[in-house]
Every structure is written in C-alpha cells, then in structure tokens.
C-alpha cells in the first residue's frame, strides 16, 4: 500500500482497523477497502489473514473495526440460525438480528461467495457426474472411491459438509476426507490428489483449472453475499462510513470478484496492485 | 598471631574434619599445615577466614575472636592465596590485583602506586603487564599475581593454600625462594598448606603435621625432622629426613656449632653461605677430604671434613 | 528465485511491514525472556532443588508443540478477549525463550570455576559484588549464546504465529501457500531465514564485544 | 536447606496443579469432546500423526548418520565445513516454510509432508553427530590406534560408543520439533493432528483445538521420554557422567 | 631388542623434531626418552609403533624393520600407554583391559583369566574393579588399569609416554617402585619418556637425553650423573647429582669396589642391600663412625665409614 494521504484535506478523519480472512478474495476485499478508506482521509491499519471465527471475535472485542461478512456465515455460524437460500431474505435477517449484538450489516454487494463442490471436468464427465444429487449416487454406489478435500472450516461446519452429506443423504468415510488449507483444494483436484473439493463459487481456479462446479440441485448451500460488516459505536462516531462503503459495494458483483480473484490467484499479481487498479478503473480513486 | 583453640568440625555429622587442634603461630611467622590429603588442611585454613563455619572451639587473630568479627571486613582483612591461583579471567592484572583495594574504596592514585609496589616486589614490570589479562602469563607469573593480590590491601595475615601446588618443580622451587625474600620485608603472619614435606620444610618457621584431622605434631621443622612425636611423623617425613634437612643448614650454622680444624694447604674454598646439600655434593664429586671455610671478605676460616657434617647433623638432630 | 526476487520488487512496502512486524514481536518477546530468564537462571544456581524442577518444566514447556501452544493459549486467552493476535504469540515466544535463556544462564554461571567463587567469598566480596564483579562476566559469553538460540527459535516460531493472526513474515508463507504461490513462500522463507541469520551474527558480535578479553581464549 | 526444598516441592506441585486445573477445566468444560464424539476419526490422525513422525525421523536418521560419519572422516574432512554450515544455514529456515516450498514441488499430500519433515529433521541428528564426533578425545582415539585396531573399529568400538550420547540427543530434539511440525502438515493435506488443531483455531473451537493441541503434546511428551529411556540404555554408563555435562553446553 | 638407526622426522618441512638418532634398547630393559618439553621424546616413540611415520631412518624390533610389517599388526604387539591413560570411557574395566586380546580374537575364557591375572599383578581386587568404569577410579587406578591394558596381550615391548605425568608425587612414586617390581617379572622390553630427572634415575636401565631433536647422550643413569656428556646434560640433570645417585649405588656395589676395614666392636649392622642413600641417613641420624656391613648369612664382612661412601662415590663419578 501507499500511504500518501491523497484524499483527505491533511486532517486524518479517524483511525480504522480493517480486517480479513485468510482467503484471496478477502485479502482483495480488505485491501479495496483499506486503499479506499485511506483515500478518504482516514487512518487505516489492516489486520488480515484469520479464520472466520477469529475475525469475528476480534470484531466484537474491538480488535478489529470493519469486515467484509457473508451473511450465510453470519446466520449460521454466529447466529445459530437455519441457512437462508435467498439472498434478499437471507440478509435481511441477518442485518436484523445481529444488531442485537451492536453489529451493523452495511450494504451487501452481488457478490455471492456461496459454497460449491467441484470435480475435475473430464473426470466428472466420465463418471457422469453434473450436480450433487449424481454425486450422492455414485458415492452411494461406490462407497470409498472418491476422495474429497476441504478446508477445516468447511468440514466441520453444520452448514458444510455434513449438511450436504445430510441434505442428500451420502457420506465420504472419514478416511475420504483430506484436510488442507483453504486455498489448496483446487489445487489438489488439479493435481489429481482427490476427486471431489469443496470450494468458494467466486475462486478464479474453478474456472483456471477447467474444474466443474456441481450444480446444487436441492438448493442446500445459501447465500452468501458478502458485506460490511462494522460495530455501530464505529457507525455512531464515523457516519458517513455507510456511503463511503455504498460506493465499493454497488461496483463489486460475482462476476467482478472472480475476475480479480483470478488475477491474484491464477497470475499471481499482487492484491494491491489488482485492488488499486480495479480502484482506480473504476474512478472511485484517482 | 593466630590462635587456634580446640578448633573442631564436623561436615554434616560425619566424622571431624578437623578434630581438637590448638596451636598458635606468631606474629610475622610462617606456619606449614603438612599432611596428607583429606587430613584437613583446607577446612582448618578456610576456618580462619570463615569461608568454613567453625564447629567447635574459637580462632583469635591478634587476640580477637574470629567469628565476632564481620564477615566481610575479616575477609578484606586477610589476604587469601588459592592453590589454582584463582585469578579473575575477566580483569586484567591491574584489575585483578587492586580487587581489594577497590572494595575498599580506596582512590584511583593510591591504587594505581600500591599495582606498581606491588609488581616491584615480586618482580614483574609493571608496564608490562598492566593490561594483560590472566590467560596471556605463564603458571608461574600467574601464581605470582595471584600473590600480589592477596597482599594487595597489606592485610597482616595471610592464607595460602598449596599456593605453589599446580606448578612443576623448577618453578616451584624459584617460587619458594621468591616468596621468602618477599616474606623478609613485609613479615606477615601466614599460614601455608602443602602436603609436600620438602616445601614445608624450606618455607615453614613452624610446621603443623595433620593425620585425620588431628594435630600430630607443631614444630619448627628441624625438630620435626629430628625428633617426630610420632610413628606417623617419622614415615610421613621419611627415612632419608637427615638428607632432606641438608638443605636447611649452611655452613655457617656448621661452624658455628664445631670448632673446625685449622686451615691446610690451598684447599677447594666454600663460603659460608653454601647449605650442606651443596657442600655434600661438592664432597662426593670432588673428593676431597677437606673444605676450607672461608668468611665474606673471602679470608680463611678453616677447614671442614664429611665427618664434621655428619657430626654436626647428628648433633643437631640430638639436640632438637 | 526470479519470481520470487520480482515478488518482491512489486511488493517491497508489504514485505518491509511485515518483517517489522516479525522483528517487533520478537524483540519484544526477547527482551522479556531476558529479564525473566536471566535473573531466573542466577538464582536457580544457589538452589539446585529448585533448579532442577525449573529446568525440567522449562523442557517440558519447550516439547510442546508450538502450534499446539498457541491453540491451547488461544482458549485460555480468550477469557480476557486476548485468544488472538499479538499477546499470544509474545507469551508463547517468551515462554520458548525461557529454556535456552534459563538453561544457559545457569550452567555459565553454575559453570564459573568454583575457585572464582572461592576467591571472590575469600577476598571478602559480598554476594552481590560477587555476582556483578565475577560471575556474570565470567558467564556472559555462554548467557548470550542461550539469547542467540532463543531469538532464532523465536523468529522461525514467529512464522507459525501468523496463523494466529499475530502478522510477521508467516502471514506470506500462509497465503503462498493458499494460493499455492512459490514466489510468496519463498519470499516468506528467505526473509525468515534471513531475519535469522542477520540476527543471530549481530548477536555474534555483540557477544564479541560483551566477552571479557581476558577470556577470548574460550570464545 | 530445608527452605531451598520447600521452594521446589511448591514449584513442582505448582506447576503440576495448573496442569492438574487445565485438564480439570477442559474436562468439565467438555473440551476433549471430539476425542470421544468422533473417537474413529481422533484414532486415524493419531496414527497419520505418528507415521508422519516416525516415517520422515527414521529416514532422516537413516540418513543423517551415516553422513555425518563420513564427512568426519579424514578422506572426507574438507566437506566438513559446508556441510555444517549449509546444516545451520538450513536450520534458519522454520519447519513451515520448508513444508510450504516442499510443496509446491511435490504437491499436496501426505508425501510432501513427510519429505518437508525428513528434511527438517536431517539438520539436527547430522549436526549433532558430526559435533558428537569431534568431541570424541582425540587420546582416545590416538590410544586405539596405538593399540592396532583398524580404522572401522576405531569408528564403532571407539567413537561411536563415546559420540552415543550428543548423537542421541540430536535424534531426541528432531523426533521431538517433529511431533510439533508435523501439526502442520495440515496445511498442504498432509493429515495429522494438526487437522484438528486448525480446524480450531478456524473455527474458534475449544473442542477442537484442544482435543488437537493436548494429544499433540503428550505426543510430544511421551516421545522425549522414550527416547530419554533409549538413550539410558543404548549410552553406556560409563559416559554417564560426561553426558551430564554435555547437556548443559 | 629395539634398534634406532639415524631416525629422523620432520614435520611439514620445518626443522627436525627428531635428528639423526641412533642406539639400541636390549632386550628386557627399560629405556628412559628424557628432556625438556617439545625435544621430540613422545615423536621418537611414537614412530616405534608407526603412529608417526619416519622421515628418514629406519627402526628394528628384534632385527625385524618396523616398516616391513603389518601396521596393524605391528601395533597389536606393542603395549602402549599414553599419558592421559586413555582409558576407554564407554566400556568396563575388564573390558578396557582385554581390549586387545579381544581384537586377537581370544576365547572368553582365556579373557577372563588373563584379567584376573593382571589385576593380580598391578594389585587390584579384580572383582571389585571388573563392572566399573574408568571415572569411577582415582588416577592412581586409572593409571594402573592403563599400564595392565597395555600389557594384556603380553607384547614383549612396551611404548610408555609419561605413564605417570599426571598424578601427584606420593602416588606416582608408589607407582614407579610397583611398576619395577612388575616389570622384574615379565622382562618387557620398554621404552619410556619422562621430564623428570628423578623418574629417569629411577626406572631406567638405559637413560637417552635429548635436547630439540638430537640425542645427547644415551647411558646407564649413574654414567649419566657420573659423567655427563656435554653441557646440557650436565645442567639437565641438576649439580646435586652426586645425592641424586645415591639411591643407585648399594653397599655391595661399595664392597665389591673398596676394600673395608675389618671389623670393629658390635657397631650397628647393615646388609647389603641397603642403598647409599638410606647409608648415609643412618650416618647422619645415628652419628655412627662405622657400619658393620654383614652378608646374606648376617655374617660381619667389614665396616665402612662415610668416608668410604664419599670415596666411592668419587671413584664412579670418575671412572665412568
Ligand atoms: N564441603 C565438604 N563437605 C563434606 N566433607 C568435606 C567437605 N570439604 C571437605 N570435606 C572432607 O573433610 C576432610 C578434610 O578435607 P580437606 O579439604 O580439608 O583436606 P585437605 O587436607 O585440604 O586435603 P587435600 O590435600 O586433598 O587438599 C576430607 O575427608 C574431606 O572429604
Ligand atoms: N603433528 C605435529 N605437527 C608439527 N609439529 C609437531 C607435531 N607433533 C610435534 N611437533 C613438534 O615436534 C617437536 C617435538 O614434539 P614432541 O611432542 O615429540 O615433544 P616432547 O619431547 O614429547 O615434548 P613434551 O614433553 O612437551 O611432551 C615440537 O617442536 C613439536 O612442536
Ligand atoms: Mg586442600
Ligand atoms: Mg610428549
């Protein structure tokens, strides 16, 4: 980053403390925002690369100020709430609910990072194998031959893979589950490590990799739109962050992040670099 | 002085250490603890600096007692020679012999002339050394040192222990030498252990023999050579102690004690200050049957034969 | 190592921050492990009841796992709102630290030739005179060396921190390897390494410097 | 006297009262739930855990001796210095980092982190046999010679027997940074404990992170003792008191 | 029989640290490599078994040339003893002392015995020493276990570099009277380094004396006192020499060569075997003029006086 204050009029208008999670498009997304808020007069610190309950955590202890949520997390992992499969629905809820907690859910973007399992295309057409429901099938009919990779998170959360297990009625036998970092699972299924890997619809290497996302034929995986997030006494001193953020999530949609994802990931450039462009393209900084 | 009365001690109940000894060493004297290794040499020495907690009887220096005496003033107050020489690998020489004195406060000049005096005496260039550091000088020079410290704040007492132990027998002899001429001047009150009989004898005015911690006999050394107190004496100085005790006794000691015969011939001549080792040496690889004596503006005193030494040994060995 | 060197060209500011974060954290956490090894190290050598039981828990403290560590602080931590971040990792360094420190401490100082002591009691220092003057000089070279091991422990264990979210060079290593970049990982590792080496010969020298002449010869 | 012990009786029981509380508070708080929940999946990562431990130690021991053997050979001396120093050289590089680079040349998986550890544990097992070596005294050696024994018996009859306990030692701290590095091997797939202990930290799981972390250590622990207790009675009692002193250094 | 023939070494090109020896050690006798510190005594000896190579000349082990054998081999019959003692600190004594016969292959049994054997011999309970380790022995022991491991295989040479260096006087002369006694029983031949005067004096039958490299004079110890060879030798070996040699020279060696006076009264009696050196003590404590030499039968054979001693100590010095 740099850290000319080209915005402001040399008053600071506030420190900010962004975070993020340990994926690309949160990276991304962090550092959108820390670039933005940082042209707009405000001192920014970023503080990314952790799992979503950690983040979650810092924001309610004050570690943390502003994140970028998805609001089927929001639901189901904080609020203890059943998966919404509408966006709309699904965050209203969400917005509704969690300012119990005094958090403020700012204005989501079309960017809907949902869950997604994957499978190498050619393999996937050799199998016959095209949504979850043929999945389910095989798997019933070949217990023990697919392996599957996932991240910690996805493998013990009720909403992932046991939840999919359950909606269509399979199971992966523990030892057909490899764990790995979040960002490896495309690689593994690349490198033919496993056959089947969960992963996050807007990841550039789905597309990279020739890897077919299976479609999600009972509608199990909700939305997952992603927002800002902020504690309202940031709101209460800090009003016009609610604009200032409007402006970056109108801009971003699904199609928009998996582009940039697909930069860092797949061309490996920098996310600053990716993030200041897309900025700068998109005239919200100079 | 020191005196030692029924000191005792016992090292966590087991036997004594140190059993029921008294004696008393003069002032400006040299005592030799002798004996052998593990009759408590150390613990009766490391006793009077209350490095080792008394466990019966009193020490007195110079008439007061020991352990109503602080600490640490005692110990500033004594200077203490270890057998490894115990030099402080971390100072120069300067540093590690004004260690007392800077304890003591004193200022930098005073330090700076006692290094210099100091260096003097026991024959090292100041300059020289000034800046070096232990490791630089040899087993000899450091023990050396290690003696100039522990004379630093010019305590009245001083304890060696088996001060000359780690170095080889040329040295050590020259070093015995040395400290003698040093003691002449400054004539402290010291007690030295060795568990070297030859050593003992050389530098003691008197020597302790110690068996399992017991007194065995406190004399001067030709008396212990002469009349030992005991069987374990006797052994302990060994058979050949006449030969030993050659190197004691001059010719001058001889002479004064026989009357010796008048002048022969132009004889081989000898001056009084020769010992008798030398003098029995001379005797056999000369062979001649008489020596002429003579005084130190070289006139002839007269004559002596291998009898006259033997006699004058055997009278002196009586006598003691 | 061309990817990673251009990584780097296009991403020096990042990479610079990140490495201070790492030195910050690890400074900090040695200098602590100093004042509270150190000491520790001093007095275990006039009880050595005690200095065994210390040395074995600070054993026991070292075979833990340190990515277990920070799990298991992480729980512990949290009651005070503190399972993340920079206070967990600085504990856990401190606490890494204090084996090599406390160790090294006391074997110099145990180690210091009894005759040093003898001399120094029999010269009529008093106990501390005793411990500024000789034993703590004598010991510092062999101090020092338990502080070099110490802070190259610290700044390779500095690197698993990141996935507590405690920042430093690790953070580059972790996303390398989500994003399966060598060039990042690479980066990542030669800054540690690096940080490590430069580290470990300025702390050479310093020992250099703080070892009395007199006792080169052992060096 | 007396006091000195009192003060380490209390430490010692101390220290084991916070473990004693810590287990206390987890069990009663359910902390170790997952090892009973899903008892079939703690057990596969246990033995994943250990074969990752055992595979990558014995490989690098398998290695590492012999090595450290031959560049202490005088034919072979002048690869002395760049072998130790490419060794501290590569001993800066955290187990993390070179688990991440093995990686991305190896893939994911298992293998990759077995090999990431073997390499890791390389460094210490040939540093310490290599300065276990050299310290052998040099009279000791010199004394075999005299007394004609051939140059491989001087290896195994002499130096071996009297480098067994800094070789030893060597082995102990590379099994043992092995159990905690190998917590890591879940990061490229590599299975483990360390599946657990992740799945923790992501999530902000207790349950997880300490069913995880508390066996990882024990492991950890259990080990050190092993190998301690090996060591008791492959190093000869002879050297018992020299070890001693080795340690401290 | 060992034969040196012009043996020389030089280490990388520098000056000779050994130049140009030659002499010969019979059979069954005990060599002593005396002088001061790096005059090339432990090179010398350590060429004997091929430790150091040769430079130039050649070394005969009972006429065979030590480089035409087995190195091995060669080493494998020789006993050696290193200064330090090298004892092996992983194994047991028993296991230190068979070390060799174990390398030759030799039954357990045949071990086992000749174990038993030697501790017998160096004066060491076997069963008590069997299961221990060297750092469970004091150095006197150590020593000893040192000298009994070199002579397990009963090589009839034996290479000893200082045997005894390290150990304090009492023990080491103890040492040095015990190790004699041995080696009057199993007639090793011997070659033995020393720096000390005293222990040459003592245990050699032959002393050689070298000063940096070159080999000064190579005799029997009292031709060596008697009449040194040059310069060096005779400071080397100290200007008491005469005294030195005392303990070398028996009554009978005196009898045999002056013809003593018949016998006077019921004097105090002496045998022949007694040394000069306990002669003379007895001259000097008991005063006596004569003593009653008598034979083996404690038949009187005549009485000598210290006179007789100093002639004859006069007449060897000069005729040797
Ligand atoms: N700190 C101690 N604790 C227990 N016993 C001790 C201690 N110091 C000495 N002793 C024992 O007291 C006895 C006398 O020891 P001391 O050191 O005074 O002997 P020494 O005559 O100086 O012997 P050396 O000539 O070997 O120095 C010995 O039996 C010794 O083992
Ligand atoms: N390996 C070597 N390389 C080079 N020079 C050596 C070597 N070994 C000995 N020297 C030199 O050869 C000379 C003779 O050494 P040597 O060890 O034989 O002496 P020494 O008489 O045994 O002395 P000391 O009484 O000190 O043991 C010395 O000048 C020594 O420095
Ligand atoms: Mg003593
Ligand atoms: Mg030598």
Not at chain 2, 132 to 145: K, N, V
Not at chain 4, 45 to 72: E, F, K, N
Not at chain 4, 97 to 115: K, Q, W
Not at chain 4, 191 to 208: A, P, R
Request: proline share 4%; charged share 20%; aromatic share 8%.
């Amino acid at each position: 980053g740099n850290n000319e204050d080209a915005g402001g009029n040399g008053e600071s208008k506030g420190s900010i403390e962004v975070g993020g999670k340990n994926f690309t498009e949160q990276f991304i997304l962090a550092k959108i925002t820390s670039i933005y808020l940082e042209e707009q007069g405000y001192d920014v610190t970023e503080n990314t690369n952790m799992g979503s309950e950690v983040l979650r955590q810092a924001l309610e202890n004050e570690q943390v100020d502003l994140y970028w949520e998805y609001t089927g997390t929001g639901l189901v992992n904080y609020l203890n709430e059943d998966p919404v499969a509408s966006s709309d629905e699904a965050y209203d809820l969400v917005k509704e609910l969690d300012e119990e907690n005094g958090i403020i859910w700012l204005d989501a973007a079309e960017v809907n990072n949902t869950y997604t399992l994957m499978m190498r295309e050619e393999n996937a057409d050799e199998l016959g194998i095209s949504s979850l429901s043929d999945l389910a099938d095989y798997v019933n009919n070949n217990p023990g031959e697919l392996e599957f990779a996932s991240n910690a998170e996805f493998a013990s959360r009720a909403d992932g893979l046991a939840g999919v297990q359950d909606t269509y009625d399979f199971e992966f036998g523990s030892n057909q589950v490899v764990r790995m970092d979040s960002g490896l699972t495309y690689q593994a299924l690349d490198e033919e490590q496993v056959d089947v890997a969960m992963g996050f619809a807007t990841d550039s290497r789905i597309k990279g990799f020739d890897l077919l996302a299976l479609e999600d034929d009972e509608g199990f995986f909700p939305a997952y739109n992603a927002a800002p997030t902020v504690r309202e006494s940031i709101l209460e001193n800090h009003p016009e962050l609610e604009d200032t953020l409007q402006a970056l999530s109108e801009k971003l949609d699904t199609e928009t992040m998996t582009e940039l994802n697909y930069q860092v990931d797949m061309e490996q450039r920098s996310e600053t670099e990716v993030s200041r462009e897309w900025l700068e393209e998109n005239g919200l900084i100079d | 002085m020191i005196e030692f009365k029924n000191v005792t001690k016992t090292y966590d109940g087991k036997v004594n250490a140190v059993d029921d000894v008294s004696f008393t060493v003069p002032q400006g004297n040299i005592a030799v603890f002798l004996g052998p290794s593990g009759c408590g040499k150390t613990t009766l020495l490391r006793m009077v600096n209350r490095l080792v907690p008394i466990t019966k009887g009193e020490i007195f220096i110079d008439g007061e007692q020991t352990n109503s005496l602080n600490e640490i003033q005692l110990r500033r107050n004594i200077g203490y020679v270890i057998q490894s020489n115990g030099l402080f690998p971390n100072m120069t020489i300067e540093d590690n012999v004004t260690v007392v004195p800077k304890l003591l406060g004193w200022d930098k000049e005073k330090m700076r002339n006692r290094f210099f005096e100091l260096m003097e005496l026991i024959g090292l260039k100041p300059d020289d050394f000034r800046k070096r550091y232990p490791h630089e000088l040899s087993g000899g020079q450091q023990q050396r040192i290690g003696i100039a410290r522990a004379m630093a704040a010019d305590p009245p007492v001083m304890l060696m222990d088996e001060p000359f132990g780690a170095l080889d027998p040329i040295i050590r002899s020259h070093l015995q030498k040395e400290f003698l001429q040093i003691q002449k001047e400054v004539q402290k009150t010291i007690l030295f252990v060795s568990h070297d009989i030859d050593e003992a004898i050389t530098m003691g005015d008197q020597v302790a023999i110690f068996k399992d911690g017991r007194l065995m006999q406190y004399d001067a050394p030709d008396d212990i050579l002469a009349n030992p107190a005991n069987e374990f004496v006797s052994t302990f100085v060994g058979s050949d102690r006449a030969i030993k005790s050659l190197g004691l006794h001059t010719v001058a000691d001889l002479v004064n004690q026989l009357k010796v015969t008048p002048v022969a011939a132009d004889s081989r001549q000898i001056s009084l200050k020769t010992d008798l080792r030398q003098i029995l040496s001379i005797f056999f690889n000369e062979g001649y049957e008489e020596l002429v004596v003579v005084d130190e503006e070289k006139k002839p005193m007269g004559s002596i034969t291998i009898q006259d030494v033997q006699k004058y040994l055997h009278q002196t060995n009586q006598s003691a | 190592m061309n990817g990673a060197f251009q990584y780097f060209m296009n991403n020096q500011d990042e990479v610079i921050a990140l490495t201070l974060q790492h030195i910050q954290l690890v400074g900090l956490a040695t200098v602590i492990a100093i004042l509270i090894g150190v000491p520790i190290g001093i007095y275990l050598t006039t009880n050595d009841a005690v200095a065994d039981v210390v040395l074995q828990i600070a054993a026991i403290i070292m075979t833990i796992p340190s990515i277990a560590l920070f799990g298991l602080m992480i729980p512990v931590l949290s009651v005070i709102n503190q399972g993340i971040g920079f206070l967990p990792a600085l504990i856990a360094l401190i606490l890494y630290s204090q084996l090599p420190i406390i160790r090294n401490t006391y074997v110099a100082v145990q180690n210091v030739d009894p005759n040093m002591r003898d001399a120094a009691k029999g010269i009529g220092m008093s106990s501390w005179e005793r411990i500024r003057m000789v034993e703590i000089p004598i010991a510092l070279p062999v101090i020092m060396a338990g502080v070099r091991n110490a802070v190259v422990l610290s700044i390779g264990i500095g690197a698993i921190a990141a996935f507590i979210g405690a920042g430093g060079l690790g953070v580059l290593i972790d996303q390398g390897i989500s994003r399966y970049n060598r060039d990042m990982i690479v980066v990542g590792a030669v800054g540690v390494s690096l940080l490590a080496i430069i580290a470990d010969t300025l702390l050479g020298i310093l020992q250099r410097v703080l070892t009395p002449k007199g006792m080169n010869i052992n060096a | 006297m007396t006091n000195k012990r009192k003060i380490s009786t209390f430490i010692r029981y101390f220290f084991y009262g916070i473990v004693l509380v810590f287990f206390l508070w987890a069990f009663i708080q359910g902390h170790f739930s997952i090892i009973f929940e899903q008892t079939d999946e703690f057990l596969r990562l246990l033995r994943q855990h250990v074969l990752l431990v055992l595979v990558s130690s014995l490989l690098a021991v398998g290695i590492a001796i012999p090595a450290g053997i031959l560049v202490t050979r005088p034919a072979f001396r002048k690869l002395e210095w760049p072998v130790l120093n490419l060794a501290n050289l590569g001993q800066t590089i955290p187990s993390i980092a070179i688990l991440a680079l093995v990686m991305t040349y190896l893939g994911i998986g298992f293998n990759s982190a077995v090999f990431a550890l073997f390499v890791f544990s390389i460094l210490p097992v040939l540093r310490n046999t290599v300065a276990g070596l050299n310290s052998v005294d040099p009279a000791l050696k010199d004394a075999a010679k005299g007394m004609g024994f051939t140059s491989s018996q001087i290896l195994f009859k002499v130096e071996m027997p009297n480098a067994a306990y800094p070789i030893m030692a060597g082995i102990r701290t590379a099994m043992v940074m092995n159990v905690g590095s190998a917590a890591l091997a879940y990061l490229v797939g590599g299975g483990g404990l360390g599946d657990f202990i992740f799945t923790g930290i992501v999530m902000q799981s207790q349950e997880y992170l300490i069913s995880g972390a508390v066996p990882v250590t024990l492991l950890a622990i259990c080990i050190d003792f092993l190998l301690r207790f090996i060591e008791k009675i492959t190093v000869s009692k002879g050297l018992r008191r020299s070890a001693e002193t080795a340690e401290a250094s």
